[in-house]
């Protein structure tokens, strides 16, 4: 039977992901639109931002965080083209995300000394291969793969390389070991919700020592470059921005960093991801052909929510004709209004990807859940008929 009972907010997308309960353009009102973001109102705005988010995230004194161009992507291609070279890399990959820096360290920095450490999807890799006198670049959770580290333990304190760290999809959704990580880089577009373009760069001392101390090979383009006569541009810390930047976005950013402070902060982020994890967990405890693609639970991600369909009937099929069964069953989901973009990514194995960051409520993700039932029902259905 098709349900009857509808997500309130059917948005589930990996990113940009849904605006925080509540939210509408009617919060933007206060926007410094119009006004330079080097003009008072302007640097108060964008410090604001790095303040706030310092404080939720309670990131140790000493650490630097700066608004940067590109959204997380610049964030990273920042670190790796300004801080890698100085000593050899390890570049741990375990979904599409980690193999993409992968592919940039290997293809574009044509570093030589790489060692790469990779996994399958739903898995994660063997942390003890890593070599903790070189530099390691790694995703703290795989948005594709919906696989996490579990903790900081694997990684020493008495480090010789840095850790350089991808944890867009992890920020604001998970305990993060400060002391641990020397790059930390993420998006305003994932677990809090707001507009894209614009990335989040914090640096430990140990990594603004390395970019004081160390000169890449390569020429920087203006918008990586942090350091200007061997010393640190520290007004990019402080809302100096490289470029341009919306401020009609970092509004919004504001709003949801209010937002994140009113449901707990940190913790109360924390709480709100991992009972939209509980709530598919219950459910996939019960299900006949819904499995996680992350079996492992200390590795499962609250975040990127990845699931695998394991009915007889699907693992049958051959790759191609699973792609189109897992499109299928996404898109019945669409079409009825219950569910948007929960379709697996493309470089995945074929499978659904429901987002449960914070500003997902458990009670739509619980709405979304039989609407799945129903699509694999149709699905099933079509694929015995066409036997």
Request: with cysteine.
């Amino acid at each position: 039977m098709k349900p009857q009972h509808k997500p309130r907010v059917p948005l589930f997308s990996s990113g940009p992901c849904a605006k925080r309960p509540g939210w509408g353009p009617a919060e933007l009102a206060d926007a410094a639109l119009g006004r330079s973001h080097r003009s008072k109102i302007g640097k108060a705005r964008l410090s604001d931002v790095i303040e706030r988010s310092r404080a939720i995230l309670g990131m140790p004194d000493g650490y630097r965080l700066g608004i940067v161009p590109a959204s997380d992507t610049g964030a990273v291609e920042m670190a790796l083209w300004t801080m890698l070279g100085a000593r050899g890399v390890d570049m741990l990959a375990w979904e599409s995300f980690g193999s993409g820096w992968v592919t940039d360290v290997t293809k574009q920095l044509k570093l030589q000394d790489v060692r790469v450490i990779e996994a399958d999807y739903g898995r994660l890799v063997d942390l003890s291969k890593v070599d903790f006198s070189r530099d390691v670049v790694f995703t703290w959770n795989g948005t594709t793969s919906g696989v996490r580290v579990p903790d900081g333990d694997w990684i020493p304190a008495d480090r010789e390389g840095l850790t350089i760290c991808d944890a867009t999809s992890a920020a604001f959704a998970m305990e993060l070991p400060w002391d641990k990580l020397d790059v930390v880089t993420w998006s305003w577009q994932k677990v809090l919700g707001g507009e894209a373009a614009h990335g989040m760069l914090a640096l430990s001392p140990r990594a603004v020592e390395r970019l004081e101390t160390y000169t890449p090979a390569w020429p920087l383009p203006k918008l990586f470059r942090m350091t200007a006569k061997g010393k640190l541009n520290e007004g990019i810390f402080k809302g100096e921005t490289i470029n341009t930047p919306s401020m009609l976005c970092v509004e919004d950013i504001l709003d949801a960093l209010g937002w994140a402070e009113r449901v707990g902060g940190l913790q109360g982020l924390i709480g709100r991801s991992e009972a939209n994890l509980a709530a598919i967990e219950a459910w996939v405890a019960e299900s006949s052909w819904a499995g996680f693609l992350a079996e492992d639970k200390a590795i499962r991600s609250p975040t990127s929510i990845c699931l695998s369909i394991v009915d007889p009937a699907f693992k049958a099929l051959s790759g191609a004709d699973q792609a189109a069964a897992a499109k299928k069953l996404a898109a019945l989901v669409e079409a009825e209004g219950a569910g948007y973009d929960i379709a697996g990514y493309r470089d995945a194995p074929p499978g659904l990807r429901i987002w449960g960051g914070a500003t997902v409520e458990t009670a739509d993700i619980e709405a979304l859940l039989p609407w799945l039932d129903w699509a694999w029902a149709q699905v099933k259905s079509e694929l015995a008929a066409a036997a």
